[in-house]
């Protein structure tokens, strides 16, 4: 597995439209670690209204080291009390991902409430989820002073759901993408992004961004472009113009963009088989 790809996909088994049971993805989740594409794949991503106490107990041997990311679906009061109902399963949290503020509502309340949290977790990554309205840049600049003080905090963003309004234009992700490198603030992404390339969906008629696009804008932001530009490589649908300027940095650590969750990892690991940055022979 190239560097580069290393701990893109987180696996969001349990959400949707995966939906799969608990237990399944528990079992599938242990599959893929013992797999040889496993340097692809993060922590198990599950969410706090499902890890209520005993949850995973007969699911998970307290000796495997079961690591997992934490969904604060149940709102930011909720997140201890599931973090606690880890410890007798031996299940570690390695990162907590919360949404600090709905559309049109101010994060800056839900952003320092996240950062105190963060202050008190044992070294667990803190990502607040912002939504890209009325707000949004005195949040990353709160995370970014956050950060400098030393706690392990980020920014993420929405790219897709079940409404229009929820997958952003590539001008608005190019926006957000800049402006985390301009506070050398990481960042995940969440939602939409199921395939390599830009597409549309034929079913819904929604354009969700491709994985590989954001990578390739990714890595050109890093390198000083600015936001047309990146806007530029978010919106090509030709595998070309993205795919090369991946495939050169493949042994180079992926910078800024800490990844995404799919409930698949299957699908994102044969788009990478199939555009060559992936050397395989079958899919997960």
Known sequence: MPRLLAGLVDDAAVFPPGNAALPDAVTAHR??????????????????????????????????????????????????????????DGVTARQVEAPVAKRGEDPAPGVAELVALAG????????AEIPLTLGLMDALDALARARAGGLPVAAKFRTGGLAAELFPTPVELAAVICACRDRELPFKLTAGLHHAIRHRDPETGFTHHGFV????ATLAA???????AVAELLAATDPLRVVESARARRESARPLWVGYGSCSISEPLTDLIRLGLVNGGYEA
Do not use: K
């Open 31 to 88: 599959r893929h670690r013992a797999a040889w594409y496993a340097d692809l794949v993060g922590p198990l991503l599950l969410p706090a209204s499902d890890l209520q106490a005993g949850a995973l107990t007969g699911l998970v041997d307290p000796a495997e080291g079961l690591v997992i990311g934490l969904i604060g679906d149940t709102g930011l009061d909720g997140l201890p009390a599931a973090l606690s109902a880890l410890a007798p």
């Open 120 to 127: 008190r977790l044992d070294g667990a990554s803190v990502y």
């Open 213 to 216: 696009n954001v990578l390739a």
């Open 222 to 228: 890093v390198e000083g472009a600015q936001v047309d």
